[in-house]
């Protein structure tokens, strides 16, 4: 038995993943074999005919006009049933992908700061890229799985009522396909296991070297940089043509015992009807009409065989893909997530901001970082102060319940930050990252959030409106995940604007001045005073003696936790 700890096996994790439209891949799968079946009645039809016209009377009689309206009806039900069939395992994939990537990402959303499981690259890698491989998988693999399980045993069947030695021959050649692709899916599974680290391991490479532009111009380490990538991209190309050859190979090897079988089927019959061979039938000589039909159902026998084979390179990457998901999704269920739910919420009322015996999840640390107590009144502007490490980053996020702390309590009035509350609590507070990130919508957008208020007043509140007049389409600019085409500190001074139009009571700032030349810096600290000054309680964590003097006072965190 597998024990409670085992890990379960890809097959397993894939049969979860498809249970939602399981009755999708059945049906198309059902159908696809009541539309293979079509073939052997089509087939009947063209020996009938050919058989009457090279051999009269030897078959039952069938005209030419009849027998090619049948073929034509058949072949037009078949047709829609075909159609039926792609179109069912086709929306089948459509909702397995919608479904394992949101459920993905609404799992990575709700870890909390510092805790993630996946980097922002192997999160995008992983739901975008790799779990694509999932699509074929359903649209092929399932309904081919289930058409070769039933479509060659009622051909077989069929070609033993004509001949039981056409049915040895089938016999014989048909298991060495399945025996052949079992062997090569194995080496498939693992080539593709390969593949996907390496995909992941390049995207992951190429996302850091993006963030890193500035820096490695500045540093004179582009050349570096371009060999790194061009060796992980050699990888990768090894990796892919390592899937592709084992997938070839093995296409070619299987085609041919397909061909082998077909062949010897073709040599029986013609040997049969020029008499030349008078065995295998049940006690009568092979008809003309007999041998066209079992000729034409031998390739059909096959090609279930084949569509699966094709399609088990199909089934070894979604393997691989389902083992990297289940690990994923182990590795975020097993780190810290955030307060609450992650929604809206309706702000409590305010009063002082305490927190007391705070004791954090280590996150990249070694151990856990004991906090200081502390407190913050309405309307003061007060600095988190201390060396590197000591925690500022660490204390902003868990007042804003992105951090699920350990220990200790942090309290808004009379009301306490939990699960319960966290989704009010957050309604309070504004955020600026030191690293400003941008979703992809219009500068307005991003600022407004959708919600009526005084724009402008926002951003010249901040020093922010000739940053807007700057930029190409003004408030329609679109800048991009890492805020192209504005400096740090012109996406700075566009959060604190977002800070300004959104009113929140109380405004978290991270480094807002980091790294910035003294005339920006100046600019960012008047934005932040212009919110102190409508009575918002300003808190920042920061080095800089020039932001640090502006605010009415600071908290020290002693050390490096």
């Known amino acids: 038995m597998t024990s409670a700890t085992e890990a379960p ?65 058949l072949a037009l039900v078949r047709v829609v049933l075909d159609w039926i069939s792609q179109k069912l395992s086709a929306d089948a994939a459509e909702i397995v992908l919608r479904e394992a990537r949101g459920k993905l990402i609404t799992r990575s959303l709700r870890q909390a700061s510092g805790a993630a499981a996946l980097s922002p690259a192997e999160l995008a890698s992983l739901a975008a890229e790799k779990l694509a491989a999932l699509g074929p998988w359903a ?41 052949f692709m079992a062997l090569v899916g194995m080496a498939a599974q693992e080539a593709s296991e390969k593949q996907m680290v390496e995909i992941g391991s390049l995207n992951k490479l190429l996302i850091d070297r993006i963030a890193a532009i500035t820096d490695l111009r500045l540093l004179g380490a582009e050349a570096r940089s371009r060999a790194d990538l061009e060796t992980k991209s050699d990888d990768l190309r090894v990796r892919t043509m390592a899937v592709l050859r084992v997938a070839f190979l093995s296409s070619t090897t299987l085609e041919l015992f397909a061909a082998i079988g077909v062949a010897l089927m073709a040599v029986y019959v013609g040997f049969s009807l020029i008499g030349w061979m008078n065995f295998g039938t049940w006690g009568t000589k092979m008809t003309p009409a007999e041998g066209i039909f079992l000729l034409m159902i031998a390739p059909e026998f096959f090609q279930p065989l084949r569509d699966l084979a094709a399609a088990w390179h199909d089934r070894a990457a979604a393997l691989a893909v389902a083992s990297e998901l289940d690990t994923a999704e182990t590795e975020i269920a097993q780190s810290a997530t955030l307060l609450g739910s992650g929604g809206e919420g309706i702000a409590p009322a305010l009063g002082t901001l305490r927190w007391q015996g705070l004791l954090i999840p280590p996150g990249h640390a070694a151990e856990p970082i004991a906090l200081p107590d502390g407190q913050v009144e309405p309307g003061e502007a007060v600095a988190i102060i201390g060396p590197s490490g000591a925690g500022k980053t660490t204390l902003l996020t868990a007042l804003v319940g992105l951090i699920r702390p350990e220990a200790g309590t942090i309290r808004l009035g009379d009301l306490e930050l939990s699960d319960e509350s966290a989704d009010n609590w957050r309604a309070v507070f504004g955020w600026i990252p030191q690293s400003p990130r941008f979703a992809d919508a219009s500068l307005r957008e991003l600022i407004t959030l959708g919600r009526p208020g005084d724009l402008d007043a926002a951003l010249d509140a901040a020093q922010a409106a000739e940053v807007v007049a ?92």
Do not use: C
């Not at 439209?21 to 087939?43: C, D, E, N, Y």
């Not at 069929?158 to 089938?170: D, E, K, V």
């Open 9 to 73: 096996k890809p097959k397993t994790i894939l049969n979860r993943i498809a249970a939602p439209v399981s009755g999708k891949l059945r049906a198309a799968g059902w159908i696809g074999v009541v539309a293979a079946l079509i073939w052997p009645a089509q087939a009947a039809l063209v020996g009938l005919v050919l058989g009457d016209l090279v051999a009269p009377g030897v078959s039952p009689p069938l005209s030419p006009l009849a027998g090619a309206a049948g073929f034509v009806a």
């Open 139 to 179: 649209t092929r693999y399932q309904p081919a799985f289930l058409r070769a399980k039933f479509i060659p045993l009622a051909f077989l069947i069929l070609a033993a009522t004509q001949s039981w030695a056409a049915a040895g021959i089938l016999l014989i050649a048909g298991p060495l396909i399945p025996v």
């Open 470 to 561: 700057g930029l190409p389409g003004g408030l329609e600019a679109r800048l991009g995940d890492m805020g192209g085409g504005v400096s740090g500190g012109e996406a700075r001074r566009l959060l604190i604007a977002r800070a300004h139009y959104a009113s929140r009571p109380i405004v978290l700032a991270d480094e807002p001045t980091a790294d910035l030349d003294p005339e920006t810096g100046a600019k960012i600290i008047q934005g932040l005073l212009a919110l102190r000054a409508r009575g918002a309680t300003v808190i920042v964590a920061s080095h800089d003696p020039a932001l640090i003097a502006a605010m009415d006072r600071a908290i020290e965190l002693e050390g490096a936790a």
